[in-house]
């Protein structure tokens, strides 16, 4: 099977840092693909390069055959790839409803002319989104939540919304940033659920940056490992559980989680 | 057309009588989906076929679990129709309880709300080897799942529309067979002791019960309700499934537990049946809305409202209302009373009801003083739910209402209430013993329930016939009486009081998080945990007086003398209460031994070792140390 996303020999350097070097990766349509590695090792900075916040210096990637290395975020994002963000980006004042319908944003059609005089195109076009964005109130189990403000729910919950919103996208690739960082045990078992529902229901492809091992090696269908930016292994979880230089990167070399700092 | 002698039946009529009337509705996507009476046979019909071309035998047993779903009452309904049993099951039950009555009620069809449920039944797959064939409603997450026993519920569906073509009139004749007095339903009581028992209630129990009802509380055809209750509980069966198809009322499923308040303001039902808890809460949430509010909304609200429960104690009494005070309740009603009972979702009702156990006076007063036709019900599983019901103009916080009509109630040995009639159920399921031992040769059920019958004809509920003892001195104990007492304090959630062949009363309480949580916020007190909080020194003092307060109306050799405050609330997890929320006495005195032990002998801490049943079975220890306090004299009041 063609890979979905592919990313060829991408670097990109903050000053003298390089953050991310030479890295190469395919991703498969339909599978989850974790990224891990300790902090610093550049997987954000990759990921920011996939939904085009940051333009790598030198390297392609290619969304499903097309170029997209400098492609602004906002055609990324019409392109099908939807992410979410390690510190979480809601608008705090803002319902969970409100927030999530701006989600979709991206797919809504409707000029100004049109939406100011609402009935007709646009008041179809905002059924229709709103049908769209009360089926995924209902996948996350958030029914209770929809008048709330963003800013009032708990993390985890907040998490959840965060993720509804990148689903109201309709992403063809969800890229999630520590969906988990910062939940608790039980939190945790229902983003991972989420997750494989997404997948599973929608077959949509992920890209998944997380902490928790137990986590990743569940739920990925593959792993890809950087320290340093470097890509170290890629395989299955048990290959990668197995491999000798993960083992030391995450282990043996105090060094390697310490000495960039945090850069993603 | 027969005689309306089954539920089956009255499906066919309503379909063809109230066939265009609204039968359900479901909020899905924030939208009310309705199904005629029509409907709501048809899909009965196409589910009933689908099982039976799978190969659905009469007698066969069905269980449901999940929440309050159309799917899963018209599963109950098909299983009816064909011959068959439902049985089911309370959805957050853990999985020992379930494996128990699953193989216990041997099922061998199970609809399943969704994936959560069904990936418990995967769980106990070996252990239930008669279990043939799982339906789930909601296909979120099941994509992957592939078994031959496992199918979803529009499968099915399709699978009955095409063996209906094959068998043209199957459905009807299949109905036909069914007789009144076939077990229409097992509902397994939550047992306060023991393993759970199955009550099986026949079709003519279900029809005797949904009649009483109906005249009772003069039902029809126009009211609505909400069906939020457990299905596993005898009393939602009754009132959605046995009332529902008798007076073909429509019944309404919420969107999902957490929005039952929200669904509750939007759809204003006509009635609306509610434990204690649940009108404790309303009345919570409005005390901390109003301290929240500007003071002269606060202060327009107190006026009114202790306007109308003057007004209240004057209408109970018979006395007239003097002028001043029928102008102020009138002018309540436009400002306050209605637009209060408009918030709680309560505006159009014609009554609510509450049951299951006793509720406080003052919250009783104060939903009938803003015009909330609050009364109380009485009944259990056995007697399918209903024996007595307040009339509208004796509603009153201490009774538990006149005998529905069809019913029959005695006063036995022991003060035990007795009770008969058509509503008796048949027996308990593979348990020939217990259920000689609760009917008796003349056909009287024995409740267990200890009481009387006041001047005025109401039952009056005491405590469990077994539980009433005797302090060491011979003083009668009554350990529900008193506990009920302690719970009608808005900071005690649950209370367990001890004093059988004992020198005095003692008690164990569970503090209520909320409400305490709330007002050590108010005075700046910080707290972890509810075990650090059940643990303050103030706490401690709240409590006491509270005890206090409860000590006021109990006799002076019934008073409580010592209590300590429990570092956990009561679980049904852990086997302490059921999931009605009764004590299961002897287990507590069981497993708090030790500290019942230090309550008597004069100690003052106890270690408190408790253990925590996880959802999933997954056990855990925790000890505490627990400080023993003395109530001590009731404080002088002036």
């Given amino acids: 099977m063609s890979a979905q996303l592919e990313i060829v020999e991408v670097s990109k350097s903050f000053g003298g840092v390089q953050a991310v070097g030479r890295v190469s990766l395919e991703v498969r349509r339909g599978e989850i693909l974790s990224v891990i590695g300790p902090n610093g090792a550049g997987k954000t900075t990759l990921l920011n390069m996939i939904s085009g916040f940051y333009h790598p210096d030198t390297g392609r990637i290619l969304l499903e055959g097309r170029d997209v290395t400098h492609s602004a975020p906002s055609r990324v994002a019409e392109l099908g790839v939807a992410r979410t963000f390690q510190n979480i980006a809601l608008f705090r004042g803002m319902t969970v409803l409100d927030n999530l319908m701006l989600g979709r944003h991206v797919r809504m059609k409707a000029g100004v002319v049109a939406s100011f005089i609402y009935w007709g195109f646009a008041q179809r076009e905002e059924v229709a989104n709103r049908r769209r964005v009360e089926d995924i109130i209902d996948f996350l189990r958030i029914q209770d939540l929809r008048r709330r403000p963003c800013g009032s729910l708990a993390y985890g919950l907040q998490k959840r919304v965060e993720l509804g919103r990148a689903l109201a996208l309709d992403p063809k690739i969800l890229l999630l940033d520590e969906p988990m960082g910062g939940c608790n045990h039980e939190e945790k078992e229902d983003m991972a659920r989420f997750i494989l529902d997404v997948n599973q229901e929608w077959g949509t492809t992920i890209i998944l940056i997380e902490h928790d091992m137990g986590v990743v090696m569940d739920i990925s269908d593959r792993v890809a490992v950087l320290d340093m930016g470097q890509k170290i292994a890629e395989g299955t979880p048990d290959e990668v559980r197995a491999n000798p230089q993960v083992i030391k990167a995450y282990l043996g070399d105090a060094k390697g989680a310490t000495n960039g700092g945090r850069r993603g | 057309m027969a005689e309306l002698t089954t539920l089956p039946r009255l499906l066919q009529r309503n379909a063809r009588d109230l066939g265009a009337r609204p039968a359900i509705r479901e909020k899905d996507r924030g939208i009310w989906q309705t199904w005629t009476w029509r409907q709501y046979h048809d899909q009965v019909r196409d589910l009933a076929l689908g099982l039976a071309a799978l190969g659905f035998q009469r007698g066969e047993r069905l269980s449901v679990i999940g929440d309050n779903r159309p799917r899963l009452y018209w599963a109950q309904v098909a299983a009816q129709c064909l011959g068959g049993v439902p049985v089911p099951v309370y959805q957050d039950s853990i999985a020992r309880e379930l494996a128990y009555v699953w193989k216990h009620a041997e099922v061998s069809v199970i609809v399943a709300e969704d994936q959560e449920q069904v990936d418990k039944i995967l769980a106990l797959r070996a252990e239930l080897p008669g279990l043939r064939l799982v339906v789930y409603d909601d296909p979120r997450g099941m994509t992957s799942y592939r078994h031959e026993w496992l199918k979803s519920y529009e499968v099915v569906q399709e ?211 803003i015009g909330v036709n609050l009364k109380q019900v009485y009944g259990s599983t056995e007697t399918t739910g209903l024996v007595s019901l307040q009339p509208d103009a004796e509603a009153n916080p201490s009774t538990a209402g006149r005998p529905v009509s069809g019913i029959e109630v005695k006063i036995g040995d022991r003060g035990e209430v007795l009770v008969r009639g058509a509503a008796v159920f048949k027996g308990y399921l593979k348990n020939e013993e217990a259920t000689r031992e609760v009917i008796d040769p003349d056909g009287w059920f024995h409740t267990g329930d200890a009481g009387f019958v006041d001047p005025q004809g109401h039952l009056v509920i005491i405590d469990r016939a077994k539980d009433v003892g005797a302090l060491a001195d011979g003083t009668p104990f009554a350990p529900q009486f008193i506990e009920n007492k302690l719970k009608f304090s808005p900071y005690i959630r649950e209370a367990v009081s001890f004093g059988h062949e004992k020198p005095f009363v003692s008690a164990m309480i569970a503090i209520d998080p909320g409400t305490v949580g709330n007002w050590a916020e108010r005075r700046g007190l910080p707290y972890t945990s509810y075990m650090d909080l059940s643990q303050k020194p103030e706490v401690r003092d709240l409590i006491r007086e509270e005890i206090r307060r409860g000590n006021e109306t109990l006799p002076e050799s019934t008073k409580i003398r010592r209590f300590l405050l429990l570092t956990k609330d009561l679980d049904a997890d852990d086997a302490e209460i059921t999931r009605t929320r009764k004590v299961r006495r002897r287990y507590v005195a069981d497993k708090y031994s030790a500290v019942i032990d230090a309550l008597y002998g004069g100690l003052d801490e106890a270690v408190l070792s408790t253990a925590i049943t996880y959802e999933d079975g997954r056990q855990a220890t925790i000890q505490s140390r627990v400080s023993i306090e003395d109530v001590g004299e009731v404080a002088a009041r002036v």
């Fill in chain 2, 159 to 369: 699978t009955g529309r095409k063996f209906a073509a094959d068998h043209p009139s199957y459905f009807e004749t299949e109905i036909e067979k069914v007789r009144p007095e076939d077990v229409a339903i097992i509902s397994y009581t939550s047992g306060t002791t023991g393993n759970p028992k199955g009550a099986m209630i026949t079709h003519a129990n279900a029809i005797a019960v949904a009649d009483s009802f109906r005249l009772a509380s003069s039902l029809t055809a126009d009211d609505t309700a909400l069906a939020y209750l457990p299905m596993a509980w005898a009393g939602d069966s009754v009132y959605t499934l046995f009332a529902g198809l008798s007076v073909g009322f429509c019944a309404n499923c919420p969107e999902s537990p957490e929005t039952v308040q929200r669904d509750l303001r939007e759809l204003g039902p006509t009635t609306l049946l509610a434990p204690p808890r649940i009108w404790e809460n309303m009345l919570t949430a409005l005390q901390v809305r109003t301290s929240d509010a500007t003071p002269i909304k606060r202060r327009t609200f107190e006026y009114f409202r202790s306007a109308a429960e003057r007004a209240e104690i004057l209408r109970v009494e018979g006395k007239r209302l003097p002028v001043g005070l029928r102008l102020a309740t009138a002018l309540g009603e436009v400002f306050v009373y209605r637009p209060v009972r408009d918030q709680l979702g309560l505006r159009q009702t014609r009554w609510v009801l509450t049951g299951g156990a006793p509720l406080g006076p003052d919250t009783f007063r104060f939903f009938r003083s």
